[in-house]
């Protein structure tokens, strides 16, 4: 089982920019792939983007798409959403998902861990 813990969160103004971080423990040996998902209040989760575990492979949301950049580092275990030119629409709790074997998903159920989550709010 791998632990996740997310971490960059917070408040910001429409046209800025947030970096999110997940920093992975525990049972880390890959290959994995690894996801970001967000849950707006009275929505349900949804797909943001993901990287396979070479992260020759990247997905992401159509909303999202020029704007997200995901990235990770397997040497330290990490995975980054870099999210430029913000929205308010892109408020919403973020979580990190680590999905066993190494190709990507777009699907939360095929996501076994997840993170506690990271708020992200923009004013507008």
């Known amino acids: 089982q791998v632990q996740l813990v997310e971490s960059g969160g917070g408040l910001v103004q429409a046209g800025g920019s947030l970096r999110l971080s997940c920093a992975a423990s525990?049972?880390?040996?890959?290959?994995?792939?690894m996801g970001w998902f967000r849950q707006a209040p009275g929505k349900e989760r949804e797909f943001v983007a993901a990287i396979s575990w070479s992260a020759g492979s990247t997905n992401y949301a159509d909303s999202v798409k020029g704007r997200f950049t995901i990235s990770r580092d397997n040497a330290k275990n990490t995975v980054d959403l870099q999210m430029n030119s913000l929205k308010p629409e892109d408020t919403a709790v973020y979580y990190c998902a680590a999905k066993g074997r190494s190709f990507t998903s777009t699907k939360p159920g095929d996501f076994g861990s997840w993170g506690q989550g990271t708020q992200v709010t923009v004013s507008s």
């Open positions: 525990g049972r880390t040996a890959g290959p994995y792939a």
